[in-house]
């Protein structure tokens, strides 16, 4: 993908990176943007690590926008949140019939992870998935204290 998006944006600068080590210096950026990051990462010591990345590359009262999903209540959904919760240790991680897992998120879990950042916005609203299923989501945006 990133080979691609290099064809078509040659003046970007692109990294492929682990979330949980950037490799930027501290204090490197004004704002960070993650989009559906948190659902592809379905361990909290992934997401944790990732936070701790995020603040350390911000500059002082930098922003985070964040957009991602939630925790859904129709029954196909919850029946795979119980399916797997044994299994990955956590309510809201779930494996999709292609090997992938993802996680769904409570709203306590997101102000924890955002514990560090005052909110500024945040909103919950209903997306169309890759699935074409609806799912609970929001969007985020908080200011480095």
């Keep these: 993908m990133l080979r691609q998006c290099r064809q078509f944006t040659p003046h970007l600068t692109l990294v492929q990176a682990d979330a949980e080590t950037l490799p930027f210096s501290d204090d490197s950026f004004d704002a960070v943007l993650l989009f559906a990051l948190l659902t592809s990462m379905p361990m909290e010591n992934q997401q944790r690590a990732l936070f701790s990345e995020v603040q350390r590359i911000l500059r002082g009262a930098g922003l985070v926008y964040i957009s991602d999903l ?23 991680i779930f494996q999709l019939p292609e090997g992938v897992r993802v996680r769904h998120h409570t709203e306590e879990w997101i102000r924890f992870l955002t514990a560090a950042f005052d909110c500024i916005a945040y909103e919950r609203f209903t997306v169309k998935t890759m699935n074409g299923h609806s799912s609970a989501a929001f969007q985020y945006l908080g200011r480095l204290r």
């Excluded at 925790?71 to 309510?91: P, T």
């Design 70 to 92: 939630l925790l859904n209540i129709d029954r196909r959904n919850v029946d795979r949140y119980e399916r797997f919760a044994e299994q990955f240790g956590a309510y809201g």
